[in-house]
């Protein structure tokens, strides 16, 4: 399994931005895919995720009511949209898939595969 991750770039506070994280092999329908960020010399934290059916989505506390996780299973594709970001939204994103239960959903050891991560940069 590979992902492409792209959409990252650089937008004002409270600005929008949509990532893209585009999956090949043929798991991507039974997989629960989610998104994560990290900033240089701290772990990476949990940002979002979603089952494989398409719910339920899970969210950080600090990005819910901002952003959302659609996913189409027809392209393969798992989307970030990213509403009224903040300064402290700045990071590299990723994208994971794997199979992790209802209980671990926001920890990233219990993803197996990984995007290469895109740049999102938010200036105040």
């Known amino acids: 399994v590979q992902l492409q991750a792209s959409g990252g770039g650089l937008v004002q506070a409270g600005g929008s931005l949509r990532l893209s994280c585009a999956a090949s092999?043929?798991?991507?329908?039974?997989?629960?895919m989610g998104w994560f960020r990290q900033l240089p010399g701290k772990e990476r934290e949990f940002v979002a995720a979603?089952?494989?059916?398409?719910?339920?989505?899970y969210y950080a506390d600090s990005v819910k009511g901002r952003f959302t996780i659609p996913r189409d299973n027809g392209k393969k594709t798992v989307y970030l949209q990213m509403n009224s970001l903040k300064p402290e939204d700045t990071a590299v994103y990723y994208c994971?898939?794997?199979?992790?239960?209802?209980?671990?959903?926001?920890?990233?050891?219990?993803?197996?595969?990984w995007g290469q991560g895109t740049q999102v940069t938010v200036s105040s």
């Open positions: 979603v089952r494989w059916s398409g719910s339920p989505t």
């Open positions: 994971a898939t794997g199979r992790p239960i209802i209980t671990t959903m926001q920890s990233a050891d219990h993803y197996s595969y």
């Open positions: 092999g043929p798991i991507f329908g039974t997989y629960s």
